[in-house]
């Protein structure tokens, strides 16, 4: 008996030393870098995202400063146009997985919020509700996946 409690007293302490080691591991990930858009993650399946809106962009620098671009085709031109641009100061929250853009926009301070799905070194995971998926207005939640260069 004892020898089968002095096992389970030595995989416990085992799989607690696990945990450390992923806990550290997840502090030294950076969420600074250049962050380029790669598909969306949609009702369990991959939409990719057409060459002109792979040309977003979410830049942080390491002190926070940044930007955050985003292409689409015109449906007038059919050209690629840069549908939303903002430079300002990142700021994270890593408790409510958050990512805000501070920016100027004609003199008035404004906020962009980006909620986070998950990150790592090489993945940025962010909810988005912006692009309708399946031609049905307001119920295409979906994860927007950028990849880091």
């Keep these: 008996m004892r020898f089968?409690?002095?096992?389970?007293?030595?995989?416990?302490?085992?799989?607690c030393?696990?945990?450390?080691?992923?806990a550290v591991e997840n502090e030294s990930v950076s969420i600074n870098g250049t962050w380029k858009p790669y598909k969306y993650e949609?009702?369990?399946?991959?939409?990719?995202?057409?060459?002109?809106e792979k040309k977003g962009v979410i830049f942080i620098n390491p002190d926070f400063s940044g930007s955050y671009e985003r292409y689409d085709l015109s449906s007038s031109s059919g050209n690629c146009n840069l549908f939303d641009s903002f430079g300002g100061k990142w700021a994270f929250d890593k408790m409510y997985q958050t990512l805000t853009l501070t920016?100027?926009?004609?003199?008035?301070?404004?906020?962009m919020k980006k909620e986070i799905d998950s990150y790592s070194n090489t993945e940025l995971r962010i909810n988005d509700n912006s692009k309708n998926l399946d031609n049905t207005p307001g119920n295409d939640e979906a994860i927007l996946v950028f990849r880091k260069e």
């Design 42 to 52: 949609f009702r369990g399946k991959d939409v990719m995202l057409s060459d002109c």
């Design 17 to 22: 030393s696990n945990d450390d080691d992923r």
């Design 103 to 111: 920016y100027t926009e004609a003199g008035v301070s404004k906020t």
């Design 4 to 15: 089968f409690i002095g096992i389970v007293l030595l995989i416990s302490v085992a799989s």
